[in-house]
């Protein structure tokens, strides 16, 4: 089914319909292996399962077709059995904000689990600038690291991602930006990028630790990355982590990303209330792992995020600190205003102190950016994800 998006004025959630009945199982984000397991079920012989793989690869990852009655160069018998036995969905939106600046942000429903008395939801989130689209996605539902500063660390964690679910969120963002070959973009077409394509680069920063999911989030990194389908550069793919320090040489190893470390305090006994995995794995471990991380140069610099949190880890005297910490790191240092939501102590640096926090950083020879907060009314800034901030009532989806 086409979803098109409708009037809804910008910031205000549009609601789905809920799905009425239990689905067929996607195979909608399944790498190759997945794919096979696929077609070997329902009977395709052996020596046909490379090519049919190939062409079902191409339908999905290349042309983004949502029936299998698209995939004309299928014989009708394949394509029956497929549609007898499989889907192509996406996950569930539930609902679809769009905030003032263009960021878009989906709730998404998944599919339950056997174990599951309810069906888990996510948030993905789209940020639109001229020049490029930045796809934010979600690894876990909910989040085990209870950062004191992040919305989604007040939800818990109930699972990990099926690598399926994590590329899923792809493609359901290119069928609503209109972002495959011939598509049209949304009629509202607010901020779109004017290049060819829309979804330029991806970040694992949307919800959860994405190195505890490992296994999940490298298969779906691998499908995103494929030359022969989605074809998002690894360079154009940034992990982010708290810190998950055995992890983080083996991502380097086996994905070869670019990476992002979740830093924000420049001493453990505040990154200790800030980001308590740091309890486990201390400042001076983190950066060991960086400096040992495979690849790193001043071409592949690691981004270290810093949010500013007044009176908290602001100073100027926390700045030269940064910078010390930092040496010898090939290093960008994303400096973040912090993004408010309901219930949370903290409140942003003043902006005068962010500048002259950043002039400190600049001055050392850092590039330091101040990311501007995007999607802010929509609770879609970096930090405010949560899953059940946007439910609505039962009453309100009808």
């Known amino acids: 089914m086409t979803l098109v998006l409708d009037n809804t004025p910008p ?21 190759r292996v997945g794919l096979t397991a696929a077609l070997d079920r329902i009977g395709v012989p052996a ?48 609902t679809e904000q769009v905030s003032t600046d263009g960021t878009r942000k989906w709730l998404l429903r998944l599919p339950r689990l056997g174990h599951e008395a309810r069906a888990p939801e996510i948030e993905t989130v789209y940020i639109p600038e001229m020049d490029r689209g930045t796809l934010c996605i979600s690894s876990q539902v909910g989040c085990t690291l209870n950062c004191s500063f992040c919305h989604t660390g007040t939800q818990r964690l109930v699972r990990n991602l099926e690598a399926h679910e994590i590329v899923g969120q792809i493609l359901l963002a290119r069928d609503r930006i209109g972002d495959w070959p011939g598509a049209s973009p949304p009629g509202d077409g607010r901020l ?15 919800m959860g630790e994405p190195l505890y999911n490992f296994d999940n989030v490298r298969c779906a990194m691998e499908v995103a990355s494929d030359g022969e389908g989605l074809s998002i550069s690894r360079r154009r793919i940034t992990l982010s982590t708290s810190g998950v320090v055995p992890e983080i040489p083996r991502w380097g190893d086996e994905a070869g990303t670019m990476l992002a470390i979740s830093l924000h305090a420049t001493n453990d006994e505040l990154r200790d209330k800030l980001v308590p995995i740091n309890k486990k794995y201390p400042i001076a471990q983190l950066l060991q792992a960086c400096r040992d991380y495979p690849a790193v140069s001043n071409a592949r610099r690691i981004t270290f995020e810093y949010v500013m949190l007044k009176g908290v880890n602001d100073s100027p005297a926390d700045a030269r600190a940064l910078v010390k910490l930092l040496s010898g790191i090939p290093a960008k240092i994303n400096l973040i205003p912090f993004n408010p939501w309901p219930g949370t102590d903290y409140e942003c640096s003043d902006w005068g102190q962010i500048e002259r926090f950043a002039e400190i950083v600049n001055n050392a020879g850092y590039a330091s950016p101040v990311r501007t907060p995007r999607g802010r009314d929509i609770l879609a800034a970096c930090g405010q994800l949560r899953s059940e901030s946007v439910k609505l009532k039962a009453s309100e989806r009808t």
């Open 47 to 94: 020596k046909q399962t490379r090519m049919r793989v190939n062409q079902l690869y191409s339908w999905l990852y290349v042309r983004g077709v949502s029936t299998f009655a698209a995939m004309t160069d299928v014989s009708k018998d394949l394509r029956a059995k497929l549609e007898a036995n499989y889907s192509l969905d996406r996950p569930e939106i539930v």
């Open 11 to 31: 910031g205000a959630p549009h609601a789905f319909p809920v799905a009425a009945v239990p689905a067929l199982p996607t195979i909608a984000g399944m790498d």
């Open 192 to 206: 779109l990028p004017i290049a060819d394509r829309k979804i330029t680069n991806i970040v694992l920063m949307g």
